[in-house]
Antibody
Framework: EVRLLESGGGLVQPGGSLRLSCAASGFTFSSYAMSWVRQAPGKGLAWVSS????????YYADSVKGRFTISRDNSRNTLFLQMNSLSVEDAAVYYCARHLYGDVEAWGQGTLVTVSS | DVVMTQSPLSLPVTLGQPASISCRSS???????????LNWFQQRPGQSPRRLIYKVSNRDSGVPDRFSGSGSGTDFTLKISRVEAEDVGVYYCMQGTHLPRTFGQGTKVEIK
């Protein structure tokens, strides 16, 4: 069974940083591309970033480029999202998701990021 | 960015009746490999999203066959042949052909 377990969310002040983690199990992690998708309270879904499983190529939404960094540790079956210079617009539930047949398929339960002074 | 426009945004349905959601993209979603990366997701209240359909019309494992996807180019449809109580939630289309990936606004399905 595919399992994705996010952690690292919490309350941070504007301008602060957080590092999200996503522990994967039930599949060969290194073989799959992964993404982060977020959902602001009461809003829709927004893609944040993706990382290839093969060459580690990374991709970002313009809204987070230069502030967020996606990475993976295939030896620990873990996906990361380093988030710097956070603003209130970044407050959301952050989901990690595995790709299958070309796009995001399995999702974790999400971790809540709150940005407030 | 590719804009994904869903309609309707709210869909009251009667149990056992069909339902249909439209999704239109501002650009063609045909990729250079010939595939069309159009996905449909269901998000039940309080839950994470779940993918139902990938590449326009392929059901993911475990998805009931009352869900079907169709369309091409810029015009796509998700159909539920007979709505059941467990189908209540918000449905999103998402394109994976162009970066950045973009989602529709979501369609809220509720029982009349």
């Amino acid at each position: 069974e595919v399992r994705l377990l996010e952690s690292g969310g919490g309350l941070v002040q504007p301008g602060g940083s957080l590092r999200l983690s996503c522990a994967a199990s039930g599949f060969t992690f290194s073989s799959y591309a992964m993404s982060w998708v977020r959902q602001a309270p009461g809003k829709g879904l927004a893609w944040v970033s993706s990382i290839s499983g093969i060459d580690g190529g990374t991709y970002y939404a313009d809204s987070v480029k230069g502030r967020f960094t996606i990475s993976r540790d295939n030896s620990r079956n873990t996906l990361f999202l380093q988030m710097n210079s956070l603003s209130v617009e970044d407050a959301a539930v952050y989901y990690c998701a595995r790709h299958l047949y070309g796009d995001v398929e399995a999702w974790g339960q999400g971790t809540l990021v709150t940005v407030s002074s | 960015d590719v804009v994904m426009t869903q309609s309707p945004l709210s869909l009251p349905v009667t149990l056992g009746q069909p339902a249909s959601i439209s999704c239109r993209s501002s650009q063609s979603l045909v990729y250079s490999d010939g595939n069309t990366y159009l996905n449909w997701f269901q998000q039940r209240p309080g839950q994470s999203p779940r993918r139902l359909i990938y590449k326009v019309s392929n059901r993911d494992s475990g998805v009931p066959d009352r869900f079907s996807g169709s369309g091409s180019g810029t015009d796509f449809t998700l159909k539920i042949s007979r709505v059941e109580a467990e189908d209540v939630g918000v449905y999103y289309c998402m394109q994976g052909t162009h970066l950045p990936r973009t989602f529709g606004q979501g369609t809220k399905v509720e029982i009349k």
